[in-house]
């Protein structure tokens, strides 16, 4: 899945922990892995989306669906910034590519790319998840289903955003209430 699937998968998650009310750290612990978790589990229903295994550095479609999700990962990352650690921890297992292109530069790689998705993928939980996912069609390389990726992040933006408004309930409430920083 694009970064800002993943982005704002972190998000959610950091709002859901804190509106629980849990100390922080004790959240982050609890957290923390299904975070990570997540991650791989948003890249098995990459399948049903545009998703080429290659750049198509030729291909027009794919450098605007390109352009667009960076820069929508970088407004995702801006705008959920006090969810930075959270966000931090659903895009870890694609240290893969950073090892990959670090290795692509020269430089030794730190571990085989593709290492930190497989061993996420086999344990339990996303090893079943993944199972499941294998039966969906595979769309990867179709322009249009693209959309059924923008619709999955509108979901989630969504859902983000929801998890970031209060609602006053006390005397002189005036309902719901966007926090300031938040979106
Ligand atoms: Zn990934």
Known sequence: MQ???????????????????????????LGAPLAVA?????????RLTYH??????DDAFWLVFMAVTVLAALAGAWWWRREAVWMGL???PDLDW??????????PLAWRPGDLHDALRGLPGPREWGGL?????????????????AALVSV?????????VRTSTGPGGTGPSPRAPRA
């Open 133 to 149: 996912m294998d039966r969906l069609p595979d769309w990867r390389g179709l322009d249009a289903a693209s959309a059924v990726e």
């Open 156 to 164: 989630l933006v969504t859902l983000a955003w929801a998890l970031g």
């Open 52 to 57: 080429p295994s290659d750049p198509r550095w």
């Open 38 to 46: 997540s991650h791989v589990i948003l890249d098995d229903l990459a």
């Open 98 to 107: 950073v090892v990959r292109a670090l290795g692509q530069c020269g430089l």
């Open 3 to 29: 970064a800002i699937t993943h982005l704002a998968a972190g998000a959610i998650l950091g709002r859901l922990a804190d509106r629980s009310g849990a100390p922080r750290t004790l959240a982050l612990g």
């Open 90 to 92: 659903a895009l870890i």
